[in-house]
């Protein structure tokens, strides 16, 4: 698929009225919002290529194939103390598109409460009411999006329920049900239910609490992935104010200083191994996600001192919030052997014969394996698997000391009696979804997976330290240390977790899931006197990352420049024309796959830049 192409010359030489660093979830929406007004012109850097027949990306079923490939940045953690030691590897879409051509393409909205608790901080316009509502006439979580509604019969058949009056109708992002689901599917809610977990019907609408099917950012007409890139930039690409330059990496935003204020100017950027200078007359706004957005800020001169002179940076702008708050989803996949007549993704990787079958369905008719994504999700209260008085005691142990922060104070809250917040999230798929258990030929694997939803856990990233080979740049990747299970706080995630290993492993004890359940394998079951398994080894040896970093450009709210990175509008406190529109600025994480969310950052970056445009 040919899209329109410009050298890095023609590129320098358009007068662009705003660049935006980063093609990908986020970037493309304010790209293509910004570029509907004929009289804007709007540039993209992007690092990545365009991939629009990239089968890796496009179908469904080959979710996680494009992960470590050329598509992937492939970012590492440092070494985890509260890991063992480990590492964890760190997919990011490096790709038209980001990380939206690169997800497992889940379509999920956070609680009521996540967004409030933005609002709360001092972050005027973020809570529920102003990203959804219709009073508002911009409905950025709805404006997104276009749900193709299934049928009564695939309602009742597949428990894909759904309340239109949280869901968009005319937005670029095509998103469904899918058509058909794995073998395991069907036991998902009946399972839940014997454990007391009532079927949620309308997940969109404010609470996530509940089992339920998930939506998924497919197109119900092609059965492809749905993306920024094929949903914002493709039909819009015609449009002679949007250029989108790919292969071109950002190494910083051009700052200038004049009169008493930094103002952003343009981007110097890499591209076929020499190096460029675009200018940008009204803004520039950085969306290069969670990891590479604190990044480009430091090597702008934007961040703490400490760390920029270090690398022999000139300090522009003194804040050391720059790339700090780092959050991040904890996971853990439990494998368990299931009957051998289920057919699993695992075995179009082993089986030719079958993958070519599957392929052929695929491409004649949009059916079969290869439409098929986990979709049984779940999300819980710790109360439905805490003690009451083990609450309580988290409570008291979370509890800041002295006056605390806010934020503290808000993340304290979830241990309250009377919060219904969907803080663990259990999935089950077909598979063997562990990189740490190697699957025997000829047996079949399930995954049930863990994910924690609100870590205490808090961590950084931040420019490497290189050696005297010279200074460090974008080629160089970013020090990613989340912290996992670090501090007091990090404790009390770790002992969540471990709880939370107790119920998952109960889900899949139970019917009528159990019944195509052979025997848990990983981990190997431990026999105790007191009967009650203990899953601390396992959490700590095996805890992975779910993917949905932010927080590292995080809005300041009330505390400003002290606490964060961008004010409520997304503007760089200290800097004129400059915005950060992505994950990163989310001063607090939410309990949902983030897609949906960064989507409706993008909308209302966009929205906000065209309001002070004109203002």
């Known amino acids: 698929m040919s899209i329109p192409s410009i050298t890095p010359v ?3 030489h358009r007068q662009f009225d705003y660049l935006v660093v980063g093609g990908g979830t986020a970037g493309l929406v304010v790209a293509a919002r910004l570029s509907k007004d004929p009289r804007i012109t709007v540039g993209v850097l992007e690092a990545g290529p365009a991939a629009f027949d990239e089968p890796l990306i496009n179908v469904p079923g080959r979710f996680g194939e494009s992960l470590n490939t050329k598509y992937d940045w492939q970012f590492e953690t440092i070494a985890q103390d509260g890991l063992g030691g480990r590492k964890l590897p760190w997919p990011r879409g490096k790709v038209l598109g980001g990380t939206s051509a690169l997800n497992f393409m889940t379509w999920s909205r956070g609680n009521r409460e996540d967004y409030d608790a933005w609002e709360e901080l001092g972050n005027a316009g973020w809570g529920w009411e102003s990203l959804l509502a219709e009073a508002q006439s911009r409905p950025f979580f709805k404006k997104s999006e276009t749900l193709i509604q299934p049928s009564a ?10 309340n239109s009056e949280f869901h968009g109708i005319g937005g670029p992002v095509k998103t469904s049900y899918s058509l058909g689901y794995t073998d395991s599917h069907k036991h998902w ?7 007391g977990v009532e079927t949620n019907r309308s997940h969109f609408s404010g609470s996530n609490v509940g089992v339920w099917t998930t939506v998924t950012s497919v197109d119900p007409e092609s059965r492809r992935r749905c993306s920024s890139a094929t949903a914002y930039y493709l039909p819009n690409s015609w449009r002679k104010n949007l250029v989108v330059l790919t292969d071109a990496l950002a190494r910083e935003v051009i700052l200038q200083h004049e009169g008493t204020c930094w103002v952003a100017k343009g981007v110097r950027f890499a591209y076929g191994g020499e190096e460029w200078v675009a200018k940008a007359c009204q803004e520039v706004i950085v969306s290069a996600g969670s990891v590479q957005s604190p990044q480009l800020l430091e090597l702008s001169g934007i961040g703490n001192p400490a760390i920029l002179k270090n690398e022999g940076i000139t300090v522009k702008i003194d804040n050391p919030n720059v790339g700090e708050n780092l959050q991040e989803h904890m996971m853990t996949a439990m494998i368990y052997e299931i009957l051998p007549s289920i057919i699993t993704p695992d075995d179009l990787r082993v089986d030719a014969a079958l993958a070519e079958a599957a392929d052929i369905a695929y491409s004649t008719s949009q059916t079969g394996l290869r439409t098929i994504l986990p979709c049984s999700l779940s999300y819980l209260p710790l109360s439905h698997f805490i003690p009451p008085n083990d609450l309580a005691a988290f409570a008291s142990r979370a509890t800041p000391a002295g006056a605390g922060t806010l934020r503290e104070h808000i993340l304290t809250r979830q241990f309250s009696p009377d919060k219904r917040l969907g803080q663990v999230e259990y999935i089950f798929d077909v598979g063997n979804w562990s990189p740490y258990f190697k699957s025997v030929p000829g047996k079949k694997y399930g995954t049930l997976l863990q994910i924690l939803q609100y ?8 420019i490497p330290q290189t050696s005297s080979s010279g200074p460090t740049t974008t080629d160089d990747k970013p020090e990613i240390d989340p912290k996992y299970f670090a501090g007091e706080g990090g404790q009390i995630d770790f ?3 471990v709880a939370a290993q107790k ?3 109960k889900i899949c004890c139970t019917k009528p899931l159990s019944d195509i359940v052979v025997a848990r394998v990983f981990p190997i079951p431990k026999h105790t006197v007191t009967g009650e398994e203990d899953f601390s080894d396992f959490v700590r040896r095996y805890t992975m990352t779910d993917w949905h970093p932010v927080g590292t450009c995080a ?3 009330v505390a400003g420049i002290k606490e964060g990175v961008v004010d409520e509008r997304l503007k760089v406190y200290g800097v004129k024309g400059l915005r950060v529109v992505d994950a990163s600025i989310m001063p607090l994480q939410v309990s949902a796959h983030t897609q949906a969310t960064v989507y409706a950052i993008g ?3 966009a929205s906000m830049i065209l309001e002070d445009r004109t203002s």
Do not use: W
């Open 10 to 12: 023609d590129f320098c």
């Open 153 to 162: 019969v695939h309602q009742e058949q597949h428990n894909s329920y759904f």
């Open 189 to 195: 809610h009946d399972t839940l239910h014997r454990l």
């Open 455 to 462: 870590p205490f856990s808090k961590g950084s990233i931040h």
């Open 495 to 497: 002992e969540v977790m």
């Open 503 to 505: 119920f998952a492993d």
């Open 555 to 557: 809005m300041g709210g």
């Open 603 to 605: 909308e209302k970056g």
